[in-house]
């Protein structure tokens, strides 16, 4: 079964407004973690932002947050006032519990946002 | 700073032919490392991950091997590459007890023809 579901393969949204990528994920462990990543056409990875399940508050970093819903399972990533070097692809990714010491990461399919200028 | 090398960034081998890739990190120790996989417009799959020198499990059977030979160095290896092991490779660490976030490499993108 898949743990983390991102339903857009692909977004559109225009320069300076906001957008909202969809994440829902699956786990029975009460202690886990939610992250987003940006993967523009070079290949890297990087992060943006994290969200621990005890966390009261959504998490912010600049111009991006997460609306945590808890209950229902989801951690969306809102971008906003989008650039047009916001155009890459995102994953939604999940840590579960510990893992010998480590975590181990689940990542979604991905979406690609287009940002139109 | 925490740094990620991979290398080499794009190869291209044979079906059949051996595979080496090297992940080393700078800049932490005992680091938990990670080997991740990404098919062509897919997310990423794990592949491997390693918690210390010479500790390798495996997430995903199949023709490709991870080792662990110093702290900072990863390595995924292959004695006969496969057309369906195509993919951009990815490195990862996380660092510290907390481990948030993982850090990951530049990857290697793989053609096997």
């Known amino acids: 079964a898949q743990k983390i579901t991102q339903t857009q393969p692909g977004m559109f949204v225009q320069e300076k407004e906001a957008v909202t990528l969809d994440c829902t994920y699956d786990t029975s462990d009460p202690s886990y973690g939610l992250f987003w990543y940006k993967q523009p056409s070079s290949g890297e990875m990087i992060f943006l932002i994290y969200q621990g399940s005890y966390d009261q508050q959504n998490a912010t970093e600049g111009r991006y947050s997460l609306n945590f819903q808890k209950a229902r399972k989801s951690a969306n990533l809102v971008i906003s006032a989008s650039q047009l070097g916001d155009s890459a692809m995102y994953f939604c990714?999940?840590?579960?519990?510990?893992?010998?010491?480590?975590?181990?990461?689940?990542f979604g399919a991905g979406t690609r946002l287009f940002v139109k200028a | 700073s925490q740094t990620i090398h991979q290398w080499p960034a794009t190869l291209v081998q044979p079906v059949g032919s051996p595979l080496s890739l090297e992940c080393t990190v700078e800049?932490?120790?005992?680091?938990?490392l990670y080997w991740y996989r990404q098919a062509a417009g897919r997310g990423l799959q794990l592949l491997f991950y390693?918690?210390?020198?010479?500790?390798i499990s495996s997430e995903v059977p199949q023709n490709l091997s991870a080792s662990r030979p110093q702290d900072r160095q990863f390595i995924l290896s292959s004695k006969k590459l496969l057309l369906s092991d195509s993919g951009f490779y990815l490195c990862a660490h996380t660092a510290g007890d907390l481990g948030y976030e993982q850090y990951f490499g530049p990857g290697t993108r793989l053609t096997v023809t």
């Open positions: 390693s918690v210390g020198i010479g500790q």
């Open positions: 990714a999940m840590r579960e519990g510990a893992l010998l010491g480590g975590f181990k990461t689940i």
């Open positions: 800049g932490t120790s005992n680091p938990n």
